[in-house]
């Protein structure tokens, strides 16, 4: 009989390593849990501008962790079908799936179950609408934005990013039961974030997305192209954040145009950069897109807190 600390054979059905702690390590890592994390920075604020207030402890608590296992289960889902995208990436390479250190059914079952662990996190602790928005989050994004417009569209991560603006609508309907006009300016604020965002990496990485035959927006416009429709929807997210003045005060209204003044000048240098075709650093857009929604969320979520009257 093999040791425990013996390492497995390397086929596709079995995992190399049988040690408990890294087994529990690979199940972690095909969760993406620094994905989670910006998911849940934008949770707890919806929360807090739902309730106009702090909101119970127990209820951020219970949607904390039933959206987590919801992001993890759609992200795990997204390693077992995009296993040979990964294989051949260098950014993505080091996953799981791709060392054969989760057998893929395993995989598959593990994202199924946190899924519908999810499900009932949410309904019994919070209420069936705030389960049922989670779990279409993750069926669209397991099938509409990776089994379909991922190797289909250059557009692919503007529709499929809707799936990621899911978690501000949950934290909304958690507190209220319902979705209302507030929740959908959250909801466009990440939804025109991520196309910037996302482009900014896929610059960098473009010959990555090339050889795995994914048409990500770098992979088929120029340089130029690609740096003009961030700049284009880096003002919009801007300016849909101005949209949540009436239900705040000049507090969330201060950091929110200092932290956008901040993200346009860097997304304009960066199409500046492309069009003379100088020198360019995607990555610091990248970097600061990530610390400008966490800034925006932050905003909301002090101002809720600090009850000063709303401007509108």
Not at 22 to 44: D, G, N, Q, W
Not at 58 to 81: D, F, Y
Not at 228 to 237: E, M, N
Request: aromatic share 10%.
């Amino acid at each position: 009989m093999r040791s425990i600390s013996e390492p497995a054979t390397t086929s596709a059905d079995e995992p190399r390593q049988v040690s408990r702690r890294s087994i529990a390590a690979a199940y972690f890592a095909l969760t993406k849990p620094r994905v989670i994390e910006l998911l849940l920075v934008t949770t707890i604020p919806a929360m807090f501008l739902a309730d106009r207030g702090i909101p119970s402890p127990w209820l951020v608590l219970v949607t904390l962790v039933g959206g987590a296992m919801s992001a993890g289960s759609a992200n795990a889902l997204n390693c077992v079908a995009d296993s040979d995208i990964d294989a051949v990436m260098d950014r993505t390479k080091k996953r799981p799936l791709v060392h054969h250190e989760v057998p893929r059914r395993n995989a598959l079952i593990f994202g199924v179950v946190l899924g519908v662990v999810s499900f009932l996190v949410l309904w019994l602790g919070a209420n069936l609408l705030a389960a049922a928005l989670s779990t279409s989050a993750i069926l669209f994004y397991v099938f509409v934005y990776t089994l379909v417009l991922k190797r289909r569209t250059s557009q692919n991560i503007v529709w499929g990013g809707a799936a990621g603006c899911m978690p501000v609508v949950v934290g909304w309907a958690a507190v209220t039961g319902s979705v209302e006009w507030p929740a959908l300016v959250m909801f466009a604020v990440v939804f025109l974030w991520t196309p910037p965002h996302f482009w900014s990496l896929a610059m960098k990485y473009k010959d990555d997305y090339a050889r795995a035959g994914v048409p990500m927006l770098p992979v088929v416009a120029t340089t130029r192209q690609v740096s003009a429709r961030i700049l284009v929807y880096s003002w919009a997210t801007v300016g849909s954040t101005l949209l949540l003045v009436p239900v705040t005060s000049w507090i969330y209204v201060a950091l929110a145009v200092l932290g956008g003044a901040a993200f346009l000048i860097v997304a304009q240098r960066l199409y500046a950069a492309a069009r003379k075709g100088g020198a360019m650093n995607p990555m610091h857009l990248f970097h600061l897109s990530n610390s400008y929604l966490a800034l925006v969320f932050v905003a909301i979520a002090i101002d809720a807190a600090v009850g000063l009257p709303v401007l509108g």
